[in-house]
């Protein structure tokens, strides 16, 4: 079954504590991004990536990190979590040249205390 | 740039009434156009989707969205809202990448409540 995963799906953690939010695909898709989703905002890009090694900038960037080593995974890291970071956090990817839609992963709900 | 603007942040309709969710997108060229629904504490489902054709999409779910160019707007549609239909719509145009795909640009969403 074609899917995106992320783990884990809820986390609690406290101000400065670095964390790590794992997506996996298993579509061989190149392109993997990472939203998070705030009331009234709407999804805002974090970081994307258009294959392994080759990431870049969103839209709201400040305070993440990313990698891509591998193709079919993307963690997004938070290396000094902050409070405005508490969000809803989602993983999608797609087929370069494909005329399909982005598959999402099922979210991951993040407080930071 | 492209932009999507959902002018309604909440919309209350009883059930069995019409629905009509509005969005206006901004997009130099001819645009790609997504509607998205989000069920509380559930993630993103694809209702439909505009790439080119005919103007009238349907979706899944009895929904069906208008792509009137003239206007600028992808209106989402149903004749008759179920309970069930409760959750919270998300407009997107579509951003190219390399090689044709298409992603979405989201717009802040819509909270549709359904009163029995």
């Known amino acids: 079954e074609a899917q995106v995963t992320q783990n884990p799906r809820y986390l609690i953690t406290v101000t400065g504590k670095k964390l790590t939010v794992t997506c996996s695909q298993n579509m061989n898709h190149e392109y993997m991004s990472w939203y998070r989703q705030d009331p009234g905002l709407g999804l805002r890009q974090i970081y994307y990536s258009m294959n392994v090694e080759v990431t870049d900038k969103g839209d709201v960037p400040e305070g993440y990190k990313v990698s891509r080593k591998e193709k079919r995974n993307f963690p997004l890291i938070l290396e000094s979590p902050s409070p405005n970071q508490t969000s809803l956090y989602f993983c999608?990817?797609?087929?370069?040249?494909?005329?399909?839609?982005?598959?999402f992963g099922p979210g991951t709900r993040l407080t930071v205390l | 740039a492209q932009s999507v603007t959902q002018p309604d942040i909440h919309i209350t309709v009883s059930e069995g009434a019409s629905l009509e969710l509005r969005c206006n997108y901004s997009?130099?060229?001819?645009?790609?156009l997504f509607w998205y629904v989000q069920s509380p504490g559930q993630g993103l489902q694809l209702l439909l989707k505009?790439?080119?054709?005919?103007?009238l999409v349907q979706g899944i779910k009895g929904f069906e969205a208008e792509f009137k160019r003239s206007q600028s707007s992808f209106n989402l549609r149903k004749p008759s809202v179920h309970w069930s239909d409760a959750a919270e719509y998300f407009c997107a145009v579509g951003a190219r990448l390399a090689g044709g795909s298409y992603i979405p640009t989201f717009g802040r969403g819509t909270s549709l409540i359904v009163h029995p």
């Open positions: 505009y790439f080119s054709g005919d103007t």
């Open positions: 999608a990817s797609i087929s370069l040249g494909s005329t399909d839609t982005q598959y």
């Open positions: 997009y130099g060229a001819t645009p790609y």
